[in-house]
């Protein structure tokens, strides 16, 4: 089983010219300039200009920044959300269960991306405005994968043993059920931060998400749809850096599986 040591590289490489790209590349990704309106990419605009004259480079290393940011904060958060209601549901069971498994079941009912357009609608958007509205639509995955293992755990001896000692519910949760459910944790954040990128590029794509002047990859990309024709590189590079993350990600997300399905066979 190979470490995903290319992912792993390729992933840190985007990370680090998102947030730290612009202390190299000193282009403004705002300035406007008419004398250099759609440029091909060359040595001058690696990855040429937009409509307005501005470096797509530049563009694409400040929307890294808000992407990468809603992607990592929507993934913690829904992971987290996820995280509690699942342990309350498999270690509570009972009533605590059933209604938790409604609720579960009441947001699973509505198509996450038309639940994600029905919120955004009703508050302008920002960044921490989609955070906030994507982890509310994005923990019910989590929440179930958490109840199903949190059943497991709570059948075991050794946590039979401990509540019949009269053992703190929360130490034998912090203790016990939270070290055992960290693999699947951290598989469903990777998994998370992938789908929370890709749902606020759909949302900027459409026009409702990221707004002028703030940048995202999803807008870059929605911007260079009209003239797709003549200016392929607006639409490609931004849509490559997604692309990418999510490859990165999905690959690191399936060797975090495999590693913990190997570990638990020895077990």
Not at 260 to 266: F, L, Y
Request: charged share 15%; proline share 4%; hydrophobic share 55%.
């Amino acid at each position: 089983m190979k470490v995903p040591y290319v992912s792993i590289l390729l992933l840190f490489l985007i990370v680090f010219g998102s947030f730290f790209g612009g202390y190299f590349y000193q282009v403004s990704p705002f300035d406007l300039d008419k004398t250099s309106i759609l440029l091909s990419p060359s040595s001058d605009h690696i990855m040429g200009t937009d409509r307005l004259g501005r470096d797509v480079f530049a563009r694409v290393i400040e929307g890294g920044k808000v992407s990468l940011s809603i992607g990592v904060g929507s993934a913690l958060i829904a992971s987290l959300i996820g995280l509690i209601v699942g342990v309350s549901a498999g270690f509570f069971k009972g009533k605590s269960d059933k209604l938790i498994v409604v609720i579960i079941d009441l947001f699973l009912t509505f198509p996450t991306f038309f639940l994600l357009l029905a919120l955004i609608s009703y508050m302008s958007a920002s960044i921490w405005v989609l955070v906030l509205i994507i982890s509310i639509t994005g923990w019910m995955g989590m929440a179930r994968l958490i109840r199903s293992e949190s059943f497991a755990i709570g059948n075991k001896p050794f946590i039979k043993v401990l509540q019949l000692g009269g053992v703190n519910r929360l130490k034998i949760i912090l203790k016990y059920f939270t070290p055992l459910l960290a693999p699947i944790f951290f598989i469903s954040f990777t998994f998370g931060v992938g789908g929370a990128i890709l749902a606020e590029s759909g949302l900027s794509f459409l026009g409702i998400g990221i707004m002028p002047p703030q940048i995202s990859w999803g807008s870059v990309l929605s911007e260079g749809k009209g003239v797709v024709d003549i200016a392929w590189w607006l639409s490609f590079f931004p849509g490559l850096m997604i692309f990418l993350v999510i490859f990165c990600l999905v690959n690191i997300s399936d060797y975090l599986q495999r590693y913990t399905n190997q570990k638990d066979k020895v077990l």
